[in-house]
């Protein structure tokens, strides 16, 4: 039989000094009507104010989202688009400008401890459009450790880590040694700030995070919001 027990006996039992004491309860133990202890001694955690992140991450199968630059001092033509595959994930982004893609990087061949990622690269000088260098290469990551964000709450930073070889598959730069192994450690942090609504330049989306969000490649922290069913709606410059 299950038995209830509230905080004063619990204080009066607390209270008595006597040696070599045994509370034995069958059952479960509940304060207004909430398990706190299950009826195999393990203590129940409230986690309704944990945020899974991946929910936020992640975007509707197949979704495609680009970010506009609100900054008209720089590169005001840029555009940001993130594409989503089947399951919600992240595969690909692409930087940009005047409708002429200048750097993208793809995940392809994922696996739960390796990957390829395919990148692109172009450069044009601004003072001369014929002078221009673009180069695409395939690197293949394997993984010794890859760690996920765990659930968190707001105003709590949470870390994950990544640590991998990265070989050289393919390259259009004559300068790059196919083969070529490079040994990478890199780390991401982040803080949720607060969940709220965005409003888009469309619609208003209801359930969002604004995390303040840092890495080993970034050079300053950024102020990020992520919404469910979109991923990535807002950084420095650019917006949904």
Known sequence: MTKHFSLSVLAIL????????????????KINGKTIIDDKGN???DKSDLIYLDDYFNAKPNRVVTLNNINPNE???????????????????????????VWSMEWTDRQPMSNIII???????????????????????EFTTSTRF?????????????????????????????????????????????????????NTID???IVLQDASWMQNAQVRTYCK?????????FKL
Request: negative net charge; hydrophobic residues 25%.
């Open 75 to 101: 590169h005001p033509d840029s555009t940001f688009t993130f594409r989503y595959d089947d399951k919600g994930r992240e595969f690909k982004e692409e930087e940009s400008r005047n409708s002429t893609v």
């Open 14 to 29: 607390a209270s008595f000094s006597v040696s070599a004491a045994t509370l034995d309860v069958h059952g479960e133990i």
């Open 150 to 202: 765990p659930e968190v709450q707001i105003g709590i930073t949470a870390a994950r880590a990544d640590i991998y070889t990265r070989t050289l598959l393919t390259s259009t730069d004559a300068n790059d040694t196919i083969g070529t192994i490079e040994h990478v450690s890199e780390y991401q942090s982040l803080t949720v700030l607060e969940k709220n609504s965005y409003k888009s330049e469309s």
């Open 229 to 237: 069913d979109y991923g990535l709606v807002q950084f420095g410059d």
């Open 119 to 141: 990148s692109y690269n172009k450069w044009i000088n601004p003072n001369n459009p014929e002078d221009q260098y673009e180069s695409t290469q395939t690197n293949k990551n």
């Open 43 to 45: 203590l129940i955690q």
């Open 207 to 209: 359930d969002c995070i």
